[in-house]
């Protein structure tokens, strides 16, 4: 069936360095691709997404790209603080009015000080 | 404002009990959500409201489960009859029209 998944389940970085979190997907149809930050305990919090008929796009500090030949989605973090230490989701979603995410299984993002 | 709020923050129950985990959404926003996170995995889907309308309830994986929105604000969702494979985190989340979910905190269900 169609699913979203991680390429590396850990990254662990130096604070101060940029990071790269990788995401494949297989559902040709999606329409919005999301990424999530989760913190120990808490729920995920949205932190951007793209459509579809985009190949990049900016946020503070982060940045998504999108390659749909390849069916891969990448998160950058600029400058990582310790603050960015989370598991990261990717998300996918075909829109129309249905918008149900499906879930990949998550990265955990170590930064070391 | 106020975000998204759940509880109890955990639950303990017996195995064959019922249990029922609360979500109070966003005001105002139209579609909530549920979603169960075992240990080290990602949210799997189980039910979808939005508005009016019927809900989605492809992702439940059994009859015994079952959720309720009362007034298009607060959600229940009911597990009947707990199996200790029922333990794991509910998460629940609301949302305006469009792609960005709010999260609660979620509700650790522990089932012995």
């Known amino acids: 069936g169609e699913s979203v998944g991680l390429h590396l389940p850990t990254l662990s970085v130096q604070e101060g360095d940029n990071s790269i979190i990788n995401c494949a997907y297989s559902?040709?149809?999606?329409?919005?691709f999301i990424w999530y930050k989760q913190e120990s305990g808490k729920g995920p919090q949205f932190i951007i997404d793209?459509?579809?008929?985009?190949d990049k796009r900016q946020g503070q500090r982060v940045t998504v790209l999108l390659n749909k030949t390849v069916k891969h989605l990448s998160l950058q973090i600029a400058a990582t603080q310790p603050g960015d230490s989370a598991v990261y989701f990717c998300?996918?979603?075909?829109?129309?009015?249905?918008?149900?995410?499906?879930f990949g299984r998550g990265t955990s993002l170590i930064v070391h000080p | 404002g106020a975000g998204v709020s759940q509880s109890p923050s955990n639950k303990v129950t017996e195995k064959g009990k019922d249990v029922e985990l609360r979500c109070d959404p966003i005001?105002?926003?139209?579609?909530l959500y549920w979603y169960r996170q075992s240990l080290g995995q990602g949210l799997e889907f189980l039910i979808y409201?939005?508005?009016?309308?019927?809900?989605?309830k492809s992702g439940l994986p059994s009859d015994r489960f079952s959720a309720e929105r009362t007034g298009g604000s607060v959600s229940t969702l009911t597990i009947q009859r707990t199996q200790q494979e029922d333990s794991a985190v509910y998460l629940c989340?609301?949302?305006?029209?469009?792609?960005?979910?709010?999260f609660g905190p979620g509700t650790r269900l522990t089932v012995t």
């Open positions: 989340a609301s949302s305006p029209p469009g792609v960005e979910q709010y």
């Open positions: 559902n040709s149809a999606s329409d919005y």
């Open positions: 998300a996918e979603m075909v829109g129309g009015g249905s918008y149900i995410p499906t």
């Open positions: 409201f939005q508005g009016n309308s019927a809900p989605d």
């Open positions: 793209i459509r579809s008929n985009m």
């Open positions: 005001s105002g926003h139209t579609a």
